[in-house]
C-alpha cells in the first residue's frame, strides 16, 4: 500500500495555499482594473460634457439618425448592465468558492479520517433536516458565531449530537448568552482534546464522553429525542 511521505503533504499543502492566494490576488486586481476603468469613463464625461450629455430630436438632421441614436444608446445600456451583472456574479462566485475551500479546511481539522468526516457530515444532515438548521438559522448571531469559527463543523457536530447542548444554549435569554454557552463548550473541548493527548491508550472500543466523536453509529437525537423536538417546536 502506497503512502504519502510528510514531504509530499507539506508540498502539496503549500501548493494549496499558493493557489488560493493566486485566485485572491488574481480576484482584487480585477476588481481594481474595474474601478480604474469606471474612473476613466467618468473622467472622459467630464472632459468631454458635449459628447456624453443627453440628445434630442432637434439634435439630430433627421428621424432616422435620431432613432440611431437611440437605438447605440439603449445597447450601451444593455451591455454596461450585462456587464455589471457579470461582474457581480464572478463576485459571488468568488466568495462562494473561498466560503467553501474554508469550510473544508475546518473540516479537515476537526474530522481526521475519512470516517469521522463521513459521519459528521451524515449526521449534520439528519439534525438539520429535524430542525437543527432552522433553529441556528432563527439566532443570527449564533449563526454568524459558528459560521465565524474555526470549531465551526465541531460545534455543528455536537449540537448534533447532544440534546442538553441544544437545550442549554437556545434557552438562554440573549444572543450573547448563547454565544457565551458555546465559547464555555469551546473550551471545554480544547480541553479535553488536550487531555486526549497526554492520556495513556485505552481500549478503542471503549465510549468516551463528550465532547467526541464515537465510531458507532450516531444516535439521531432529533428524531429520538421528544422532548428535544418539543423544545425547537417552541423557539
Do not use: W
Amino acid at each position: 500500500m502506497n503512502t504519502i511521505s510528510k514531504e509530499d503533504k507539506i508540498t502539496h499543502s503549500f501548493k494549496q495555499q499558493l493557489n488560493k492566494q493566486k485566485n485572491k490576488y488574481e480576484a482584487q486586481l480585477a476588481e481594481r482594473n474595474r474601478e480604474f476603468e469606471e474612473l476613466k469613463g467618468r473622467l472622459e464625461k467630464l472632459e468631454n460634457p458635449e459628447k456624453y450629455k443627453e440628445k434630442f430630436r432637434n439634435d439630430f438632421e433627421n428621424d432616422d439618425k435620431y432613432i440611431d441614436y437611440l437605438v447605440e444608446q439603449r445597447m450601451n445600456k444593455m451591455f454596461r448592465e450585462k456587464d455589471e451583472e457579470t461582474r457581480k456574479q464572478k463576485a459571488i462566485e468568488a466568495q462562494n468558492r473561498e466560503r467553501t475551500n474554508k469550510i473544508s479546511e475546518r473540516i479537515n481539522k476537526c474530522f481526521a479520517t475519512d470516517e469521522e468526516k463521513q459521519d459528521y457530515l451524515t449526521t449534520v444532515q439528519q439534525a438539520f433536516d429535524q430542525g437543527l438548521e432552522e433553529l441556528i438559522d432563527r439566532e443570527k448571531f449564533v449563526s454568524e458565531y459558528i459560521q465565524n469559527s474555526e470549531n465551526g463543523p465541531r460545534l455543528l457536530y455536537e449540537l448534533a449530537t447532544n440534546a442538553d447542548l441544544v437545550k442549554t444554549v437556545f434557552s438562554q435569554a440573549d444572543p450573547m448568552s448563547r454565544i457565551m454557552e458555546l465559547k464555555l463548550y469551546e473550551r471545554e473541548m480544547a480541553k479535553n482534546k488536550e487531555q486526549k493527548k497526554t492520556s495513556p491508550v485505552v481500549n478503542p472500543n471503549m465510549v468516551i464522553g463528550k465532547p467526541g466523536i464515537s465510531t458507532n453509529k450516531t444516535s439521531d437525537i432529533f428524531a429520538n429525542d421528544a422532548d428535544l423536538k418539543s423544545f425547537i417546536r417552541k423557539r
